[in-house]
């Protein structure tokens, strides 16, 4: 007789229970999180049903982090208090935050050494502490709606977050107690949910208009592998950008300053929301404001808006995403005809303009079937569910790519690229150099972003250095840099001495990352001055390669130019050498390449001779079936 174990309802033993995976959307606006339930992915509502979370938190005097909906609520009442859009400051620096503007209504501590920090009630916050507050909500509805504790979680970001901007979500989910399955890409996590068809080549479009940020992804799919051809976009810009002008019109018609205060500010973002949401499906509304600030300040006033007043106020910043859309399809080397589906994601793509510009430029009606809201959420969950386990993990192969080229610094103040702008990622790439002086025992490695030639001209993105290398001749030593960049687009670079094994190595952390803005001025700029840039790396060449013929030969001479050379060879080689010197420090390339030709031309007969010396030298004392037995 066998025997049949019983247990309470949901406390059965299973013996192949699925581990638990999440798929979040961590947005600027809303947030949400998925799971896969029966091999479909659904998008998990709170306890009252709602499955948009607001990426808001707010601090009160007392108790835990207020998040959400009652967060958001507080926004005008409690301004400085309640942060909102936060992914905007995540992994950027002071600077960048105020480059943005007056959309904060915020305190900010005057740290300059990585990411601001805001003043709030409970003390001073960072970017990071505040998105995991948001995380640690979504946590915890996942647990309230499966049961359990998540076993791991992907998360999407923008795919132009850098480094720093990737590094600072994976911290915030550290500080939540999540395991960071991976990051993906947002268009990447799109086209997922999607469900693309593997045995169909082609080529998809994302875009991507969310609350505080715009993407543009161009990607392949070719035997079930989903290659990002192409990314670009504004790290900037979003629907709060079309709240924020129509609020600045509804303010100029209330007869309001430009900058009212923190409580007005907000009402006006807050009616400006919910009237461009209410635009997307009715051509005109009436409009009643009325509100009085704790300050005194009152706003009132009635009228009536139409959506071609909305179109007017959006339409230059809709444009500005048709420029990056047209730049990725040049990065990618794609025609408009080559692209056979457009998807639409972000809540901001239900603005009517927004999908008639995209069909007009992409000549085909974009996918809009799934929620736009929802559609990240669930291409995390799928990807969530393959590499938690329960899936094959062949269904889907992700490969994005690098938005900026890797590469260290070499003499002259030149870069070395290493690993390409555009690069699938992950990616591994090494590349051999070597020392420039005799006897030179450790160097500095300079890691730097960028496509310019000049070192100047790209970010610097970590410094490290490397010791114990034998002493030797110039040129002789063998050092292995090796750069790695992971499927979540983090960084690492190591330096290997190849005769000793000595290595050195470093994960790049840079305190704040670029905006995108500044990506897009430095690939923009590597495309303007390209001729600019291969000019000036050329003149750098010659000039470090004309000091390491000046010095050679100064050594050489010194060692024993007096007895191979007659006095008048001995001055004219130095007069050589001098001029070389002289040369070398001017912009003239063409005079400096003259000159390093003519030095070694001069200095033939020296070498020569040095060349005997060093043959005879070796061969003192040494007999003929010596040398045999040596060669054997």
Excluded at 71 to 78: E, G, H, K, P, Q
Excluded at 177 to 197: H, K, S, W
Excluded at 207 to 219: A, K, M, R, V
Excluded at 258 to 283: C, F, G, H, M, T
């Amino acid at each position: 007789m066998s025997l049949m174990q019983i247990a309470e309802p949901g406390q059965s033993q299973k013996p192949h229970q699925r581990k638990i995976a999440a798929g979040i959307d961590l947005g600027t606006t809303h947030s949400l999180v998925a799971t896969v339930r029966s091999g479909e992915a659904v998008v998990l509502a709170d306890h009252t049903n709602q499955k948009l979370l607001p990426s808001v938190v707010n601090y009160p005097e007392q108790g835990s982090p207020i998040v959400g909906h009652s967060a958001y609520n507080l926004a005008v009442s409690d301004p400085h208090n309640t942060i909102a859009s936060v992914k905007r400051m995540m992994g950027r620096g002071i600077d960048d935050v105020t480059h943005l503007g007056a959309q904060f209504p915020y305190r900010f501590t005057d740290k300059r050494d990585g990411m601001p920090e805001l003043i709030t009630r409970q003390g001073i916050v960072s970017p990071v502490q505040v998105s995991s507050e948001i995380l640690r909500c979504l946590a915890c509805r996942t647990k309230q709606a499966l049961g359990d504790d998540v076993d791991g979680v992907v998360i999407t970001v923008p795919a132009y977050f850098d480094d720093a901007q990737r590094q600072a979500t994976r911290d915030a989910a550290r500080i939540a107690n999540l395991t960071v399955l991976r990051l993906i890409n947002e268009p990447t996590a799109a086209a997922l949910a999607y469900g693309l068809d593997n045995d169909k080549e082609q080529v998809i479009a994302v875009y991507d208009l969310g609350g505080g940020t715009f993407d543009i992804s161009i990607l392949r799919l070719h035997k079930g592998v989903f290659e990002v051809l192409a990314t670009g976009g504004n790290s900037a810009l979003g629907g709060d950008d079309f709240d924020r002008n129509l609020a600045n019109w509804l303010a100029e018609k209330a007869g309001l300053n430009e900058n009212p205060d923190p409580q007005i500010q907000r009402y006006l973002l807050n009616q400006a929301r919910d009237i461009k949401q209410q635009l997307s499906d009715v051509e005109s509304l009436d409009v009643h404001l009325e509100y009085q600030s704790k300050s005194g300040l009152s706003v009132q006033w009635q009228g009536e808006i139409n959506r071609t007043v909305l179109n007017e106020l959006v339409s230059k910043l809709i444009q500005k995403t048709m420029m990056s859309c047209r730049r990725s399809l040049k990065d990618a080397e794609i025609d408009i005809s080559d692209v056979g589906e457009v998807i639409m994601v972000g809540g901001s793509t239900r603005v009517p303009l927004v999908r008639s510009m995209v069909a007009d430029y992409f000549q085909t009606e974009p996918l809009v079937s799934i929620n736009p809201d929802e559609v990240v959420a669930i291409g995390a969950a799928l990807q969530a569910d393959i590499l938690i386990g329960n899936r094959a993990d062949n269904e889907t192969l992700l490969l994005d790519v690098l938005p900026l080229s890797l590469g260290i610094e070499t003499m002259g103040g030149l870069v070395e690229k290493i690993i390409p702008r555009n690069s699938p990622i992950p990616v591994s790439r090494a590349q051999d150099f070597t020392t420039y002086q005799d006897g030179q025992t450790g160097l500095k490695l300079h890691v730097v972003q960028g496509d310019r030639e000049m070192v100047n001209d790209c970010r610097s993105l970590a410094e490290f250095n490397l010791t114990g290398i034998p002493p030797m001749v110039a040129g002789a030593a063998h050092i292995r840099v090796t750069f790695q960049v992971d499927a979540d687009g983090l960084v690492s670079v190591s330096a290997t001495e190849q005769s000793t094994g000595i290595e050195s190595h470093i994960v790049v952390k840079p305190s704040y990352g670029l905006t995108d803005e500044a990506i897009m001025e430095m690939i923009n700029a590597s495309m303007d001055h390209a001729e600019d840039d291969i000019a000036a790396r050329r003149l750098a060449e010659e000039q470090v390669e004309a000091m390491r013929l000046v010095e050679a030969s100064r050594a050489a001479l010194a060692e024993n130019g007096r007895e191979l050379l007659s006095a008048d060879e001995f001055d004219a080689l130095v007069k050589s050498i001098d001029g070389l010197e002289a040369l070398s420090k001017t912009d003239d390339h063409l005079a400096i390449k003259d000159q390093l030709e003519a030095l070694n031309k001069e200095s033939e007969i020296f070498a020569a001779k040095r060349m005997n010396i060093s043959i005879n030298q070796a061969l003192v004392g040494s007999t003929v079936d010596e040398l045999a037995q040596e060669n054997r």
